[in-house]
């Protein structure tokens, strides 16, 4: 069977992608770089099954090293500075990453064995001030933000590469895809997490920046597909993977909203506009959240990669907000239930301290009886 190497395999896109290759077979390698506290939240459900190596994408040796001993057949680079708005804070850390990042992977994969499949994680927000409505393959690039640019240079060195040295290696010009496991910074979560916990009476209203930038929002599961369905083709080349519907970030506010049953009604414009719920304020926006240069609408035209890949989309706009929006509410419901017990039962009479085990002394009667059934 097959061999797969993944990097970013922590994050959203490479743990959906992780359990795909794992289901087809694949003996899956994942590089994950060394942090102070864990950060493998994502993939602890596959970590018998995974082979974890470790590095960084923007230091060559440990590149070189990862690729020679995982030898793929298969090389998905998924790694990168990947929160735009970030990328104007550390401009220099982004392009080292995401851009030459790339560079290293290549240079491996041309060293070690030239006959690895690369594919590389590409980016929407290479259009960004677009040039055409929908984009496709042949839009030029207007990129927006240091994360936008540095995804360009990654695309320009994948397509040199392949035709320098012949490398099978391809770019999936992803658009923006989300998923119960979407990192809190970025705009979709934050609005199902905060709109959960207000459902839960645990905040009370989001504060959001531009409501009316529109995006092409699907689910990360179903953009893993497209990313395994590149690289079985015979030909490298480019795709852009999108649902071809654009909706703003209010459209997503209200849906989201609507799925716990709440309806938001705003009014308002800009920086002055609101949102409210049975006349208590939920919503409002902050000058904070607004990015230095923005990228107002994207819409893709996915038109080559379902003639050539036969992929669509399977999850919804509307079913991706639900599935997002309902695993916030249990999730932060089970939190807040958690939080609840244990500061009730911090309150009772603390157990004899003879004759029980000294991991669990100090620990109250209900603590102490649930700990027991977890020994046993
Ligand atoms: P994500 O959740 O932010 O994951 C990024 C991954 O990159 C994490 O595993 C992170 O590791 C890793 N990483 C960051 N810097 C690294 C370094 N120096 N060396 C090694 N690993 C490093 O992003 P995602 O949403 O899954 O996106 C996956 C890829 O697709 C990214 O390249 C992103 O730019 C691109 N993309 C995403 C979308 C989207 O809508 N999701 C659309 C188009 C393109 P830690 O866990 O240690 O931080
Ligand atoms: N993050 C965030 N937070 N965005 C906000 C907020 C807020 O409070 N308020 C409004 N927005 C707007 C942003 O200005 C942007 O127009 C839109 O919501 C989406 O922002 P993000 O969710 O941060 O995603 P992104 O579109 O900038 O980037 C994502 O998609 C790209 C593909 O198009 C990331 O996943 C990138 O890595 C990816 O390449």
Not at 198 to 226: C, F, P
Not at 317 to 330: G, V
Request: glycine residues 8%; positive net charge.
């Amino acid at each position: 069977m097959p061999t797969a190497l993944i990097t970013g395999i922590t994050g959203q896109d490479g743990s959906y992608l992780a359990e795909l290759l794992l289901s087809k077979g694949y003996t899956v390698y994942g590089l994950v770089r060394r942090s102070s506290t864990p950060n493998t939240s994502r993939i602890e459900h596959l970590k018998e099954k995974i082979k974890i190596v470790t590095g960084d994408l923007s230091d060559l040796s440990s590149m070189v090293t990862v690729v020679a001993e995982s030898n793929p057949d298969e090389f998905y680079n998924l790694a990168a500075q990947s929160f735009v708005a970030e990328s104007w804070r550390t401009p220099y850390t982004t392009a080292s990453v995401t851009a030459l990042g790339v560079i290293n992977c290549l240079e491996a994969i041309r060293k070690i064995n030239p006959k690895i499949k690369f594919y590389q994680a590409g980016s929407s927000e290479q259009f960004g001030k677009v040039q055409t409505v929908p984009q496709n393959e042949s839009t030029p690039w207007y990129p927006r933000s240091p994360y936008g640019c540095s995804k360009v240079f990654a695309h320009e060195i994948v397509r040199n590469y392949r035709e320098s040295y012949g490398i099978h290696a391809s770019v999936g010009i992803l658009f923006n895809h989300e998923s119960e496991r979407r990192g809190i910074e970025f705009v979709t979560r934050k609005i199902t997490h905060g709109t959960a916990r207000i459902k839960l009476g645990l905040q009370k209203k989001i504060t959001l920046g531009n409501m009316d930038a529109k995006r092409d929002w699907g689910h990360s599961k179903d953009y893993v597909e497209a990313m395994w369905l590149i690289l079985q083709q015979p030909i490298p080349g480019d795709f852009v993977v999108g649902s071809g519907e654009a909706h703003s970030v209010r459209e997503f506010v209200k849906e989201s909203f609507l799925a716990l049953g709440m309806n938001i009604s705003f009014s308002g414009e800009g920086i002055n506009e609101k949102g409210y719920v049975d006349g208590e304020l939920v919503l409002e926006i902050s000058k904070e959240h607004f990015r230095p240069a923005e990228v107002d609408y994207l819409i893709a035209d996915s038109s080559k990669a379902e003639k050539i890949l036969g992929w669509k989309r399977k999850i919804s706009f509307k079913e991706l907000i639900s599935l997002m929006t309902t695993y916030d509410y249990e999730n932060e419901k089970m939190k807040n239930h958690t939080n609840n017990y244990i500061n009730e039962t911090k309150k009772e009479p603390k157990i004899k301290q003879e004759s029980i085990p000294e991991k669990i002394q100090g620990l109250s009667y209900s603590q102490n009886s649930i700990l027991r059934t977890f020994i046993k």
